[in-house]
């Protein structure tokens, strides 16, 4: 059973619980009828009309409490059968449900208490239900106004004028009336309950109203906002397709000086052979790495999204190489299971990803000796490549915030392990990082393996490398 069927049968078993109760309401305040019943017999005895106001009181206390009970456990019992609060299938089961349990009362108890006021009543509940909000607060919204319904219709029971109608037929009702027609002629409750009716009616229709207007107005002020933050989003994708355009026009556009620059490289180094500097022969092979470096860089950008199958080993050996370890104390390691079939990615972007936590881990050592292992192994949903080094670690309240865009710690642009999440991600992996500050750190990597039979791009980026 899901969580919203539970949540539905607990709403049934609480209409069930309040109708049950109603119904067995009087036999738990048969104190009270006899306190009604004396006090109307004392108020004729000792003719006094207060006492008769008191007992009025007391009548409508009973019957409201006992009426609310059986309305709100009816529309409890309502919704969990039809599951919705508006609908016409609702207001005809809750009518339903409503009018059994009444007149299961009026049998059992011989109240003889008139139906058309039950109408009249079930009427406006449902009138004033239309304009309830069905939200969080529905229930105690709905119990508040049905409260001062039930108050207004229980007073409309005592206005003598309404009796002809069939209003206020039962016992007590009928017993006020006639006590009040020997003190007042009917005068004064036909006056005070007709007040009191429309004091609650009016007090329960204004605050359904209330209630309807404001939540159309957080529900217009909600729209909004989230119109305006569609609009946002709108007013940056534009911007950001625009910009992204320009970029890609301005990189195609880079290829051509690059390769002059290129070939110009290499018409020097020709011209240059005989010589016997090593030091510019390695400035040399360094500028066609960083070429190389830039060719790479562009077809990244201009072939972000394609991917092809390539060995962990390669793609290591291929981060590494472009990594400046000479003048650095740090021991890189490297270990991939045998067992590690070939993973598909973008090979630049991915490379660069990786690239960007070996950067941060040889900058976090500062010059000083430390340790970079690299393992990668599979593990059953895919293939796990953890990056650990012993050096200064993250601070566990820098933790929560070191993918978001420009945080950085180190005065640095900030954009690098959100890069580094962002191509992890567009490869249908994820990321995490375990860290000890004054031990190590470690990124875990988990990417999907890829499966045989899915269409694989075979667009290399290194240009055949």
């Keep these: 059973m899901s969580k919203k069927e539970k949540s539905y049968s607990l709403i049934g078993f609480l209409g069930l619980l309040f109708l049950t109760y109603g119904e067995l309401f009087p036999t738990f305040i048969s104190n009270w009828s006899l306190f009604i019943s004396d006090n109307i017999n004392e108020s004729i005895v000792m003719h006094d009309s207060g006492q008769l106001l008191v007992t ?26 039809t599951r919705q609060l508006e609908s016409i299938r609702f207001s005809l089961l809750f009518i339903s449900i409503t009018m059994v349990a009444i007149t299961l009362f009026n049998q059992f108890y011989h109240e003889h208490f008139s139906y058309l006021g039950h109408m009249v009543t079930i009427g406006t509940v449902i009138l004033l239900n239309l304009y309830i909000p069905k939200q969080k607060h529905f229930y105690f919204i709905f119990s508040i106004v049905l409260f001062l319904i039930l108050m207004a219709s229980e007073w409309l029971q005592l206005i003598p004028a309404l009796s002809q109608f069939g209003f206020g037929t039962n016992d007590m009702a009928v017993s006020i009336k006639i006590a009040d027609s020997y003190f007042t002629e009917n005068r004064l409750y036909n006056t005070l309950a007709t007040i009191f009716f429309v004091a609650f009616l009016t007090i ?87 070429l190389e470096k830039m060719k ?55 490379s660069r990803a ?29 293939i796990l490549l953890r990056i650990q080094d012993n050096g200064p670690g993250i601070q566990s309240s820098h933790l929560k915030n070191i993918w978001q865009d420009g945080f950085s710690t180190k005065k640095s642009s900030g954009i690098g392990l959100s890069f580094v999440k962002k191509v992890v991600e567009n490869h249908c992996g994820s990321i995490t990082v375990n860290s000890i500050p004054g031990s190590h750190t470690q990124m875990n990597i988990l990417l999907p393996i890829h499966k045989e039979g899915e269409q694989i791009n075979g667009y290399n980026h290194s240009n055949s490398r």
């Design 204 to 290: 329960a229709v204004i605050l359904s109203f209330l209630i309807h207007l404001v939540n159309k107005q957080f529900y217009t002020l909600k729209k909004y906002q989230q119109q305006e933050e569609e609009l946002k989003e709108t007013r940056i994708a534009l911007i950001e397709s625009s910009v992204y355009q320009e970029i890609n026009t301005l990189v195609h556009d880079l290829k051509t000086p690059l390769v002059t620059v290129e070939g110009l490289t290499s018409l020097i180094n020709l011209k240059m052979q005989p010589t016997t500097d090593t030091y510019v022969q390695e400035y040399f092979d360094r500028m066609d790495k960083s």
């Design 56 to 81: 009025a009181f007391a009548f409508i206390a009973k019957y409201v409490l006992i009426y609310f009970f059986i309305y709100f456990g009816s529309m409890l019992l309502a919704h969990a059968i």
């Design 354 to 382: 990786i690239s960007n936590i070996l950067e941060n881990a040889i900058t976090s050592f500062s010059g000083k000796a430390g340790y970079i292992h690299i393992h990668v192994k599979r593990v059953d949903s895919g």
């Design 296 to 350: 790479d860089m562009i077809s990244e950008i201009l072939y972000e999204n394609i991917k092809q199958q390539i060995p962990v080993q390669e793609l290591l050996e291929y981060v590494t190489s472009h990594l400046d370890l000479n003048e650095q104390q740090v021991d890189l390691v490297m270990k991939v299971e045998e067992d590690v079939p070939p993973i598909y990615i973008n090979k630049i972007r991915f």
